[in-house]
Antibody
């Protein structure tokens, strides 16, 4: 059974940093593109970042480019998202997601339960 | 960026009804469209990819159609457990974008 467990969320002041982790199991992590999608309180879904299988190559939404960094450690079956220079508008539940197939993160066929990031002074 | 517009934003239907949700892309996306279901307080669940292919384990009461710019998600025989918000998502090009969601309520 596929399992994605996110951690690392919490309350942080504006300008602060956090590192989110997503531990995967139940599938061959190194063979799947991965990504992050967030959801602000009471709002819809927003794609944040994706990372390919090979390379790897990384992709970012304009709203986070230059502040967030996605990475993966295939030996640990773990996906990361480093969040720097956090703003109030980054407050959201961050979901880790697995791509169904292919090198690029485009169709997330399985999602973790999410971790809440709150940015407030 | 490709804008995804869903309609309606909410609907109320009776148990057993057939429900249709539409999603329109601001430019052609071929069949690179997915649908997700999100129940209150839960993570999204994948329902359909490739506009009409059912994700493994998803009941056949869910179906999708469309290509290009106009797509639909149909729920045949609405049940109380279908209470959720449904989102479309295009994956034709980056940035990946989602529709605003359709909240389905049971009368």
């Amino acid at each position: 059974e596929v399992y994605l467990l996110e951690s690392g969320g919490g309350l942080v002041q504006p300008g602060g940093s956090l590192r989110l982790s997503c531990v995967a199991s139940g599938f061959t992590f190194s063979s799947h593109a991965m990504g992050w999608v967030r959801q602000s309180p009471g709002k819809g879904l927003e794609w944040v970042s994706g990372i390919t299988v090979s390379g790897p190559t990384t992709y970012y939404a304009d709203s986070v480019r230059g502040r967030f960094t996605i990475s993966r450690d295939n030996s640990k079956s773990t996906l990361y998202l480093q969040l720097n220079s956090l703003r109030a508008e980054d407050t959201a539940v961050y979901f880790c997601a697995k791509d169904r197939y292919g090198n690029v993160f485009d169709y997330p066929d399985f999602w973790g339960q999410g971790t809440l990031v709150s940015v407030s002074s | 960026d490709i804008q995804m517009t869903q309609s309606p934003s909410s609907l109320s239907a009776s148990v057993g009804d057939r429900v249709t949700i539409t999603c329109r892309a601001s430019q052609g996306i071929s069949n690179n469209l997915a649908w997700f279901q999100q129940k209150p307080g839960k993570a999204p669940k994948s329902l359909i990819y490739g506009a009409s292919s059912l994700q493994s384990g998803v009941p056949s009461k869910f179906s999708g159609s469309g290509s290009g710019t106009d797509f639909t998600l149909t729920i045949s025989g609405l049940q109380p457990e279908d209470l959720a918000t449904y989102y479309c998502q295009q994956y034709n090009s980056y940035p990946l974008t989602f529709g605003g969601g359709t909240k389905v309520e049971i009368k």
